[in-house]
C-alpha cells in the first residue's frame, strides 16, 4: 500500500500518499528512499521533478509536525492522570445531643504545603440547599453564622492527610450528608467524599456491639465464678480451723474433767 519504491527514486504517482502515511520514508532533501544509494546507478532528476519533490518536502515536514503533536496529544490523553483520593466512613450514626467527629483523610502524588485547601459542605436529608461547614487554608475559617456557628471544630493535620473536623451538639436537623473536598495544587481533580450522618436518640447494637457484649458478659462470669470458688474455699478452711479448735477445747475440757475426778477420788480415799 506504500506503493512501489525503486533504487532510482520514489514515483511521483506514489510519493505524495506515502508521505502522507509515513514521512520519514523519503529523503526530505532531494525525496529518495532511505538508506544508500545503489552504486552505479544514477537518480533521475529535472528541474520538474525538482519543484515537486520540493513542494512534497515542505508537505512532508507539515505532515510529520502534525503527526507529531497528535502522538504526543495521544500520549497526554492516555497517560493515567493523578488524582486527590478522599477516604471518609462513609456511613455515620451518632446520638442526639453528643459530640462527633467527621473523619476525612486523603491521598495526593504532590507534597502538601501552603496551597491545600480544604471544603465541608452540608446537605439537609430532607432536602433545601447546600450549606457551608467549614474551611481550611494553612488557617481553619470556622462559619460566621448559620447553623454550625460555633458548633465546629478544626481536628485534622494536614501533614498526616488528615483533614477531619468535630461536629459539637448534635442536633436531629443535622441528619444529611456532609461533603469533604481537598485540593493540593497541582493536585486538584478527584471525588468528592460523603458522610451519611444520622442523628439518633439511641445508638443501636450492631454486630460488634453484641459480640463486645457477649465476650464482656462471659469474662464477667467467669471473674464471678473465681471469685465464688476463691470465697468457698476460705470458708472452706474457716470451718475446719473452727471445728479443729472445738475438738481441741472439748478434749481440753475432758481432760480437765478426768483430772478433778482422779483428785477427787485420790481425796476420797486419803480420807477412808
Keep these: 500500500e506504500l506503493g512501489h519504491l525503486t533504487s532510482v527514486g520514489c514515483p511521483a504517482a506514489a510519493a505524495a500518499k506515502s508521505l502522507q502515511l509515513c514521512p520519514t520514508l523519503c529523503d526530505p532533501i532531494d525525496s529518495s528512499p532511505p ?3 545503489v552504486p552505479g546507478i544514477l537518480q533521475a532528476r529535472t528541474p520538474y521533478s525538482d519543484l515537486y519533490f520540493g513542494s512534497v518536502s515542505r508537505n512532508s515536514l507539515k505532515t510529520h509536525l502534525l503527526l507529531t503533536l497528535h502522538c504526543l496529544f495521544s500520549i497526554a490523553a492516555l497517560w493515567p492522570t493523578a488524582a486527590v483520593e478522599i477516604y471518609t466512613p462513609r456511613v455515620l450514626e451518632a446520638v442526639n445531643g453528643t459530640d462527633v467527629r467527621l473523619k476525612c483523610t486523603f491521598s495526593s502524588f504532590a507534597p502538601v504545603g501552603d496551597a491545600l485547601t480544604v471544603t465541608w459542605n452540608f446537605r439537609p436529608r430532607d432536602g433545601g440547599p447546600e450549606q457551608f461547614v467549614f474551611y481550611y487554608h494553612v488557617d481553619p475559617f470556622k462559619p460566621m453564622s448559620g447553623r454550625f456557628k460555633d458548633r465546629v471544630a478544626w481536628d485534622g493535620n494536614p501533614e498526616r492527610y488528615d483533614v477531619s473536623i468535630l461536629l459539637w451538639k448534635l442536633q436531629f436537623d443535622d441528619n444529611g450528608t456532609y461533603t469533604c473536598q481537598v485540593k493540593n495544587p497541582p493536585d486538584v481533580d478527584g471525588l ?9 436518640q ?3 447494637f450492631s454486630e460488634i456491639h453484641f459480640l463486645a457484649l457477649a465476650i464482656g458478659s462471659a469474662c464477667a462470669l467467669m471473674v464471678i465464678i473465681v471469685i465464688v470458688v476463691v470465697l468457698f474455699q476460705h470458708f472452706r478452711k474457716k470451718r475446719r480451723a473452727e471445728r479443729a479448735h472445738r475438738v481441741v477445747e472439748i478434749k481440753s475440757k475432758e481432760e480437765e ?13 486419803y480420807t477412808d
Design 35 to 37: 538508506g544508500p544509494a
Design 257 to 269: 474433767k478426768l483430772n478433778q475426778e482422779k483428785k477427787a477420788s485420790v481425796s476420797l480415799e
Design 192 to 200: 468528592i467524599g460523603e458522610i451519611q450522618l444520622s442523628v439518633v
Design 202 to 204: 439511641t445508638v443501636r
